[in-house]
């Protein structure tokens, strides 16, 4: 199957500092990635959809200015928590799709934020 | 009402048995149905993928899909301590995105 990469696999930071999570396809090209937000015992909230090469499309609920997203290449997003602050403190998930994964979507293998 | 409805558990089973999930849903757009897999700490892994409504069979692993009862199945047979795990239904439309249920949380016990 398709290969998703995530990085880094933690972080703790103190809160008013901003973090940033990458996202690679490491086999394929990844015309859409999607992040996603869990929390403990929870399922999978989508955040938001990332097409490359255009702006990320939010979900409701979700502060776009709080949680930038950037998805310059075919093979690359990336999710900055700005401002973090503890209630952000949770596990992020991305995963990716393209034309050679036949569109379905395959996840990366998380990263878990803790904000003191 | 949520769009997918996934009992949480948690399901208990000893080494061998049958592990059956099911999830319902409400969106009647949904066509194409998945189950994936969650270990502790790490990004869910895709199993069984479904499209519309029918029986699909993978080794140990069945996925049944009822469209008309709105109505999804996942069938774990000769079940291994090693298949302890969450287990999230989701489902889509042409949209791609997924809608994901609450995830049943399994344990085979050896």
């Known amino acids: 199957g398709a290969v998703v990469s995530q990085h880094p696999s933690w972080v703790i930071c103190k809160s008013g500092t901003s973090v940033k999570i990458e996202c690679r396809s490491l086999?394929?090209?990844?015309?859409?990635m999607f992040w996603y937000r869990q929390f403990p015992k929870q399922s999978l909230m989508l955040m938001a959809t990332?097409?490359?090469?255009?702006?990320?499309?939010?979900e409701q609920g979700v502060e776009k200015d709080k949680f930038l997203i950037n998805h310059a290449s075919l093979t690359l997003s990336t999710l900055t928590v700005t401002s973090a602050h503890p209630e952000d403190s949770s596990f992020y998930i991305c995963?990716?799709?393209?034309?050679?994964?036949?569109?379905?979507?395959?996840f990366g293998p998380g990263t878990r934020l803790t904000v003191l | 009402q949520k769009e997918v409805e996934q009992d949480p558990g948690p399901l208990s089973v000893p080494e061998g048995a049958i592990v059956s999930l099911n999830c319902t849903y409400s969106n009647s757009a949904f066509q194409y149905f998945m189950w994936y897999r969650q270990y502790s700490r790490k990004g869910p892994e895709l199993l069984m993928y479904?499209?519309?409504?029918g029986n699909k069979e993978d080794g140990r692993f069945t996925a049944q899909v009822d469209k008309s009862s709105k109505y999804i199945s996942l069938f774990i047979r000769d079940s291994q301590p090693s298949d302890s795990a969450t287990y999230l239904c989701?489902?889509?439309?042409?949209?791609?995105?997924?809608?994901f249920g609450a995830g049943t949380t399994v344990t085979v016990r050896a």
């Open positions: 990332s097409n490359e090469g255009s702006k990320a499309t939010y």
């Open positions: 989701a489902m889509r439309d042409n949209d791609y995105k997924l809608s």
């Open positions: 086999d394929f090209q990844a015309t859409t």
């Open positions: 995963s990716a799709y393209g034309a050679s994964t036949r569109n379905e979507q395959f």
């Open positions: 479904t499209y519309s409504s």
